[in-house]
C-alpha cells in the first residue's frame, strides 16, 4: 500500500513539473462563463478564452473547447462559434436546439462570415496570439463567443456548473481544472459612467505541459563560432527518428509523396529529424559589444508556422542594444533575473515561417553590450541555456561538444578600429622592411 501511495505521488510530481514552466509562471489559459440573462429554461452566457502564455499562441487548425453537461443541458443557439455536432435531437419537435450532444465540443468561426453570426473577438478560425505578442487591448490573445443554453437552472442557486472541460490548442497539452464560480464580471459602459456586471461568473484554467503533448521535442540547436571552424550540429534524433523511412530527401519529390493539406508531418530527411532547427551562431566580436546572428529553419513540408516565437535564456539578454528584422521583448519571470527574452517576426515581413523549401528559413542578429565582469567567451558562455519555439523547449547539444575557444593566446576582445590600425601598422612595416 504505501508504495503504491509513494508511485501516485511520483507520478502527481513529474506531471505537475512537467506543466509548471519556470520561464513563464503565471501563463495558462483562462475560459470565463459570464451568464448575461435568464431565460425561461436557462440562461443566455457570453463565453471568453484568454490566452495569458507569455510565448505559446494557439496556431492553426485552432482551439477546440469541450465539456460535458452537469444536468440534461442543450445549445439553443450560438454566436461567434460553433458546435461540432448536433447530436441526437429527436425529442425536439418543433424548435431545434443547434447541439443536444451531453459533451459538446466548440469551435472558433472562420473570418468572414454574415455578421449576425459575429460578436466581438470572434470569428478569428481559433487562432489566439501569444499574451507576450500582444498591444496593450490584448485583443488578438482572446476568443469570445455568445451560446443559449436550455434545459438548465434559472438561478444562481440552480445552475449546475459543466464538468471535465477539455482544451486541444490545437493539439493535445493542456489540462483543466474544475469550472469555480468566482465575483461577477463587471462591465464599463462607453461613456464610463456606469458599471454593470454579470448575474454569474465561473472561470476554469487550463495549463499546457509539453510532456503530455508530445513524445519527443519539436525543435533542436546547432551552435556556431567566428573563432572556431567546427560547427556544432543539432543532436542525432534530438526529434526522434520515428518518421525517418517516411522522409523526403529533395524539394523536388514533395508531391510524389504526400499533399500539402494533409497536417501529417512531412519532413526534409536530417540527421536530427526535426521540423524546426535554431541556429546560434556568434558573429562579431567589438571591444564593448558582441553579435550573434540567429536562424530559424523550417524542415516541415506540411505546415506554415505564423506567429511564431523563439524564447532564449542567457545571461547577457539583459544588455540587449539592437536587435535586426525580428521584433524583441525580455522577459523577466524572475522579478531582477532579467536573462530570458522572446524574438517573434514583424506582420507582414517575417512574422510567417514558411513550410520547407527555399523560403523556410528567417533569421535576424542581436548586438549586446559586454559587462566586463562576467563577460567571457570561455567553457561555452556564449551560448544559450534554453532555447523554446512556440513554447516548446528545443533540445540542445551536449555541452563538451561546443565549439572551443582556440588556445592561441589572441586577444578576441578587439576593436574594429584597433584591428584596421593593426593592418596598417603590418602593412607599413611591410613597406619598411622591402625598402
Known sequence: MRILILSICFLALIYYAAAYDPLDPNGNVTIKWDIMSWTPDGYVAMVAINNFQMYRHIGDP???????????????????????????????????????????????????????????????????????????????????????VGQAGTSNKTVKLP???????????????????????????QDRRRKTQALMTWNVTCTYSQFLARKYPSCCVSLSTFYNETITPCPTCACGCEHKNNCVKSDKKIDMVGHKKDRSPL??????????????????????????????????????????????????????????????????PFGSINDTGMFYGTKFYNDLLMEAGPYGSVQSEVLMQKDENTFTFKQGWAFPRKVYFNGDECKLPPPESYPYLPNSGVNL????????????????SFGVFSD
Not at 493539439?171 to 463587471?186: F, I, L
Request: glycine share 6%; charged share 15%.
Open 62 to 148: 485552432g482551439w477546440k473547447l469541450s465539456w460535458t453537461w452537469a444536468k440534461k443541458e442543450v445549445i439553443w443557439t450560438m454566436m461567434g462559434a460553433q458546435a461540432t455536432e448536433q447530436g441526437d435531437c429527436s425529442k425536439f419537435k418543433d424548435n431545434i436546439p443547434h447541439c443536444c450532444e451531453k459533451k459538446p465540443t466548440v469551435v472558433d468561426l472562420l473570418p468572414g462570415v454574415p455578421y449576425n453570426q459575429q460578436v466581438a473577438n470572434c470569428c478569428h478560425g481559433g487562432l489566439l496570439n501569444a499574451w507576450g505578442q500582444e498591444t496593450d487591448d490584448k485583443t488578438g490573445s482572446m476568443s469570445q463567443f455568445q451560446v443559449s
Open 163 to 189: 464538468k471535465n472541460f477539455t482544451f486541444l490548442g490545437p493539439g493535445p497539452g493542456y489540462t483543466c481544472g474544475p469550472a469555480k464560480v468566482v465575483p461577477p464580471t463587471t462591465f464599463l459602459a
Open 267 to 332: 519532413l526534409h530527411c536530417t540527421h536530427h529529424m526535426c521540423p524546426i532547427r535554431v541556429h546560434w551562431h556568434v558573429k562579431v566580436n567589438y571591444k564593448e559589444y558582441w553579435r550573434v546572428k540567429l536562424s530559424i529553419t523550417n524542415f516541415n513540408y506540411h505546415t506554415n508556422y505564423t506567429q511564431w516565437t523563439l524564447v532564449a535564456q542567457h545571461p547577457n539578454l539583459n544588455k540587449v542594444t539592437q536587435v535586426f528584422s525580428f521584433n524583441y521583448k525580455p522577459l523577466v
Open 413 to 428: 576582445s578587439v576593436s574594429v578600429l584597433a584591428m584596421v590600425s593593426s593592418f596598417i601598422l603590418i602593412v607599413f
